[in-house]
């Protein structure tokens, strides 16, 4: 579902990426480790469209991503990925729902469905009760609950994840990896994770490990 060939990028004189291959395939939890500065970031963030390459093709769904312009690739990226950070990024003046439904209504869905949608999510993921609270009142773990619904609210065909535990005490961040493989099990859903916890990185379907700037596994 997701293929990228020979992925380059330069930081003035760092070659941060080599000439990366990588796929990833419908329904599958794939986890990239590596120690710091081994490029896994910045091939996410590029992935994600959120970044752009020195070099290379991207291609989702079989669309040729890497071709398309800022406008169209924005519009794309909004329906077709989501994503989840170390730090949630939660917007502090709206509610768990409206943050939930923000990327909805930047995709000119309907009000109404969208919230609906939002809800089901959200009592999904155990905050049924805590639609009306702004991030503040929200546990860590429970913000980042929050941003993982937000990333599923234009069903997405990839959710790519950047150190999503990297925040989290040890229980949450195991309740976070459990929710990502039950979100799979249940609605096929696709991840792209970047990190340093091996607990997580065991429970993918694939593990990828990156190291100077290439995949060596």
Same mark, same amino acid.
């Given at each position: 579902?997701?293929?990228?060939?020979? =992925?380059?990028? +330069?930081?003035?004189?760092?070659? /941060?990426?080599? !000439? #990366?291959? =990588?796929? #990833?395939?419908?329904?599958?939890? /794939?986890?990239?480790?590596?120690?710091?500065?081994?490029?896994?970031?910045?091939?996410?963030?590029?992935?994600?469209?959120? $970044?752009?390459?020195? %070099?290379?093709?991207?291609?989702?769904?079989?669309?040729? =991503?890497?071709?398309?312009?800022?406008?169209?690739?924005?519009?794309?990226?909004? @329906?077709?990925?989501?994503?989840?950070?170390?730090?949630?990024?939660?917007?502090?003046?709206?509610?768990?729902?409206?943050? /939930?439904?923000?990327?909805?209504?930047?995709? %000119?869905?309907?009000?109404? &469905? #969208?919230?609906?949608?939002?809800?089901?999510?959200?009592?999904?993921? %155990?905050?049924?009760? +805590?639609?009306?609270?702004?991030?503040?009142?929200?546990? !860590? !773990?429970?913000?980042?609950? /929050?941003?993982?619904? +937000?990333?599923?609210?234009?069903?997405?065909?990839?959710?790519?994840?950047?150190?999503?535990?990297?925040?989290?005490?040890?229980?949450?961040?195991?309740?976070?990896?459990?929710?990502?493989? @039950?979100?799979?099990? &249940?609605?096929?859903?696709?991840?792209?994770?970047?990190?340093?916890?091996?607990?997580?990185?065991?429970?993918? $379907? +694939?593990?990828?490990?990156?190291?100077?700037?290439?995949?060596?596994?």
């Amino acid at each position: 579902m997701l293929k990228a060939t020979n =992925i380059k990028k +330069r930081y003035n004189q760092l070659e /941060v990426l080599k !000439g #990366v291959d =990588i796929s #990833v395939e419908k329904g599958e939890i /794939v986890s990239i480790i590596g120690s710091s500065g081994a490029g896994k970031s910045t091939l996410l963030h590029i992935l994600g469209t959120l $970044d752009t390459a020195d %070099g290379g093709e991207i291609y989702l769904n079989n669309e040729p =991503i890497h071709l398309y312009n800022s406008k169209k690739l924005a519009a794309y990226r909004n @329906r077709n990925m989501g994503f989840v950070f170390q730090f949630h990024h939660l917007l502090p003046e709206f509610t768990t729902l409206e943050n /939930v439904c923000i990327p909805g209504w930047i995709a %000119g869905r309907k009000k109404k &469905e #969208v919230e609906q949608e939002a809800i089901g999510l959200l009592k999904t993921l %155990g905050l049924g009760d +805590r639609l009306d609270n702004k991030p503040q009142a929200l546990s !860590g !773990g429970e913000q980042q609950r /929050v941003a993982v619904a +937000r990333a599923l609210i234009n069903k997405p065909s990839i959710v790519f994840a950047d150190e999503p535990t990297g925040n989290l005490d040890s229980t949450n961040a195991k309740e976070l990896h459990q929710l990502f493989v @039950r979100l799979r099990s &249940e609605f096929n859903q696709t991840f792209l994770i970047v990190t340093h916890n091996e607990e997580l990185a065991g429970m993918s $379907d +694939r593990v990828l490990h990156m190291k100077d700037g290439l995949i060596s596994a």
